[in-house]
């Protein structure tokens, strides 16, 4: 019993699984998405972790708030993946969680001789390079710059707009104007990493359908894409993936689902 007590300390005070069991596994249990034989072996480890045990508590007392019918049913692989609507509280609740958990734990493991130092120094970089950086240009000047034909979108009333906030595990954001009667979409992203071999490539889905409506153009730390298309006034909603560069005739990594249209 004594050997067993010790362990359960270790546990606590390193909030980690002695047999490599995350958070997000845990929520993925919690949300639904987990079957067959990775969640038996997770359900049977539980009575041999307290870590294990508080973690999935807490997903399943947040999983909870879940509207009725919007727990996944593993039905489908890529819908499995697909994140709750952005807008939706569940959502914000997650990012908002998991964001506040990886602040705590980085400051934690981050407690050793010379982190004050380290950070001084950080702190002085990003200064300076904020010195040396132009000021960002707005928006709608990278727009009516880059992309003159897709300004009408972005002030037309009939259409729908979104800012999207970084995704879980991300960073940047993402703005979205659509226009379902005329067809139009304009995507426009910043602070997302670029690649050098492969493209952000954007989709139009309906149901299981993803149609191609192409890949993001990159200038000044920024990218985005305008296109007009008949299949946009069939879509519910679009995607975004990482593909190699040209792009691809169907999304190999999903990214991002962004925003159901309307």
Known sequence: MRIRQTADTQERLSGRCPAGWTETDWADEALGNLTGAKRAHMLAHLPDCAVCVRNRETWISIASSRPAGARSTGAAPDAAQEPARIGSPLHM????????????????????????????????????????????EPIDAYIDRHEPAAAAVMHDPAA?????????????????????????????????PAYSEQD?????????????????????????????????????????????????????????????LP
Not at 116 to 135: D, G, K, M, T
Not at 227 to 250: F, H, M, N, Q, Y
């Open 200 to 260: 952000y490539q954007v989709w139009a889905v309906s149901g299981r359908e993803y149609a191609n409506m192409g890949v993001l153009k990159q200038a000044r730390g920024r990218a985005h894409l305008y296109v007009k298309s008949d299949l946009l006034g069939e879509a519910d909603r679009i995607a975004l993936s990482v593909e190699p560069k040209g792009g691809s005739t169907s999304p190999t990594s999903l990214r991002s689902i962004f925003a159901k």
């Open 93 to 136: 609740r997650l990012r908002r969680h998991v964001a506040q958990l990886a602040r705590r734990r980085a400051g934690r493991r981050k407690l050793a001789a010379g982190t004050a130092a380290a950070c001084c120094l950080v702190l002085l970089l990003a200064w300076s390079l904020h010195r040396a950086l132009p000021a960002r």
């Open 160 to 192: 729908t707009s979104y800012r999207v906030p970084p995704q879980l595990g991300g960073s940047g954001d993402a703005y979205v104007w659509i226009n379902g009667g005329s067809g139009e979409l304009l995507l426009l992203i910043e602070g997302w």
